[in-house]
């Protein structure tokens, strides 16, 4: 490596907003975050399930009065 050209890499810890802290090396230093692995709905499993039964009765509700017409 060429000596001076390459940033500082140093100890930083990562804080999320759920209070989990990692420690890790980095050049930015230390930073928070919003969400990380300890509360990421994706990786805890503990996913929200959407109601999407109500969006599909107002789209049919919606298009249904121009199902029957002809676009020319």
Same mark, same amino acid.
């Given at each position: /490596?060429? #000596?001076?050209?390459?940033?500082? &890499?140093?100890?930083? +810890?990562?804080?999320?907003?759920?209070?989990?802290? *990692?420690? +890790? %090396? $980095?050049? %930015?230093?230390?930073? +928070?975050?919003? *969400?990380?692995?300890?509360?990421? #709905?994706? &990786?805890?499993?503990?996913?929200?399930? /959407?109601?999407? !039964?109500? %969006?599909?009765?107002?789209?049919?509700?919606?298009?249904?009065?121009? !199902?029957?017409? $002809?676009?020319?």
């Amino acid at each position: /490596m060429k #000596p001076g050209i390459h940033p500082e &890499y140093k100890d930083s +810890t990562i804080t999320c907003a759920c209070g989990a802290v *990692v420690e +890790t %090396r $980095s050049t %930015r230093g230390s930073f +928070t975050t919003d *969400v990380c692995s300890a509360c990421h #709905p994706f &990786y805890t499993g503990k996913h929200k399930i /959407m109601d999407v !039964a109500g %969006r599909v009765d107002r789209f049919r509700r919606k298009y249904a009065a121009t !199902a029957g017409k $002809s676009a020319g």
